[in-house]
């Protein structure tokens, strides 16, 4: 009876970062990424639409035609490089493309941030 309790009880704090991530995830999108980018596929705006970006090859959202730093890039998104272009779009483009600059300027400074964010792409 107190060990099925204190099982349930650790389920329920291991399921919680990711429900908080989720959330707050939306949150920061909502505040520095959704004027430029909706989720919904099709939808695209001064950025690509990020409907199930993650997993999906860079620079290549159909009907996007605005690409600039991503234009011919030549690799799959995923939690690391995401990460890095997040943090800092213009010296990820740099360091990953043979572009040079991007219209993407948002940098996402707090590695926490990037998280939560990243968790929100990969569910929507
Ligand atoms: C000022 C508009 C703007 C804002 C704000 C912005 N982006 Fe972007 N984003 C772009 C543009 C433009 C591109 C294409 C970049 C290029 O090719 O240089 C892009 C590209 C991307 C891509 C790559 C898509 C693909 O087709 O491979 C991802 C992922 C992305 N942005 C996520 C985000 C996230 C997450 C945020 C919020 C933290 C954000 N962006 C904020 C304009 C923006």
């Given at each position: ?7 349930i009880?650790?389920?329920?704090v291991?399921?919680?970062p ?7 995830g ?17 939808q ?18 159909e009907?996007?035609v ?17 990460d ?8 990820f483009?740099?360091?990953?493309t ?13 590695a926490?941030?990037?998280v ?9």
């Amino acid at each position: 009876m107190k060990i099925t309790s204190l099982i349930i009880a650790a389920a329920c704090v291991a399921a919680l970062p990711n429900v908080a991530f989720a959330a707050s995830g939306e949150e920061l999108y909502k505040k520095y990424c959704a004027i430029c980018h909706s989720v919904t596929a099709g939808q695209n705006k001064g950025g690509p639409a990020l409907a199930s970006i993650m997993g999906k090859p860079a620079g290549q959202v159909e009907g996007f035609v605005k690409y600039k730093g991503l234009k011919g890039a030549d690799f799959t998104w995923g939690d690391e490089n995401m990460d890095a272009f997040l943090a800092n779009p213009k010296k990820f483009i740099k360091a990953n493309t043979e572009n040079t600059g991007t219209s993407m300027f948002a940098k996402v400074k707090k590695a926490e941030d990037r998280v939560a964010i990243i968790e929100f792409l990969k569910a929507n």
